[in-house]
């Protein structure tokens, strides 16, 4: 078990006020539950424990999510490649799990963010939102952090709020929407995987690649993989056959490791073998804010 491996799909960017490492190594990250806000630490004291705190409402919730925030229920037994990297990556990091938080908007509104967009100015729009229309975080947090805002919130930021934080109009209405429907898209999380993609791409502007970045983070989903990624296919293409793969060509290769193909990625990112030669267009950096 490696708590900061696990949680690091979490972060979003350096500077994001829900995520923090401290001095010690301690993720601290918070969230938003039924019960109320929360902040968490949580230090790695051997490979095999962790030592948990918690501040805030949600504190008494969170002992109950914790095993599965930490991948307990993740379940790689019948994950057996046959690529001689994948191969090697698994051998290499047999302790990586995959965690679920059972949090969709939490995973979705940054999700959303991120569309089509370069990460950069994706991690910079979170940054502003969530700190202006979150709340402080509880606790001896090592920063000034922030909850994010509730579905309620979201559903009334200003759209020009949304353009000062360089937010174009399609994806501020994206997060709207899902903030009018935050009911029913929690309840994806004790859904079957088809049944919850299903429910979260009946929201116009939330495709497979955003449903498949949710499914990774808030139900722990071995095989949602990010179709639709600017550079993923790619990436898989060069480090498994060494050469570049679209989509269509990513999923056809792929499938035989299903239901294993975003472990597979995970495997290759953690691992260091992920491989991209470093040519060809970039997503550039859009300001929609106007200054």
């Not at 009911?183 to 995987?193: D, F, H, I, K, S």
Request: net charge positive; glycine share 8%.
């Amino acid at each position: 078990m490696d708590a900061a491996m696990t949680l690091s799909p979490l972060r979003r960017g350096k500077g994001d006020p829900t995520f923090e490492r401290d001095s010690a190594g301690s993720v601290w990250r918070t969230s938003r539950l039924k019960s109320g806000v929360l902040s968490y630490r949580l230090t790695q004291l051997s490979r095999y424990r962790v030592r948990s705190e918690a501040w805030g409402a949600g504190a008494a919730e969170f002992t109950g999510m914790l095993p599965a925030l930490l991948g307990n229920d993740d379940d790689a037994s019948d994950f057996a490649p046959e690529h001689p990297t994948l191969i090697q990556a698994h051998r290499e990091f047999p302790h990586l799990r995959l965690g679920r938080t059972g949090l969709v908007m939490e995973a979705l509104v940054p999700a959303i963010l991120e569309q089509r967009v370069h990460g950069i100015s994706a991690f910079a729009s979170w940054r502003r939102l969530v700190t202006k229309f979150g709340e402080r975080a509880p606790g001896p947090t090592p920063k000034p952090m922030f909850v994010p805002p509730t579905a309620e919130v979201w559903r009334m930021i200003p759209s020009w709020e949304f353009h000062l934080a360089n937010v174009d109009p399609a994806r501020s209405k994206t997060i709207v929407r899902c903030a009018q429907s935050a009911g029913r898209l929690e309840e994806t999380a004790t859904m079957t995987a088809p049944d919850a993609t299903r429910r979260l791409r009946s929201i116009p502007g939330v495709g497979v690649w955003t449903a498949a970045e949710v499914a990774q983070r808030a139900f722990g989903d071995p095989d949602a993989l990010s179709v639709g990624d600017y550079h993923l296919a790619a990436v898989v293409g060069w480090s498994l056959l060494g050469r570049p793969l679209d989509d269509a060509a990513m999923v056809e290769y792929l499938e035989p490791l299903a239901p294993h193909r975003f472990r597979a990625v995970r495997l290759l990112a953690v691992s260091g073998k992920a491989v991209k030669p470093k040519f060809g267009p970039r997503t550039s950096l859009v300001d929609h804010s106007g200054h």
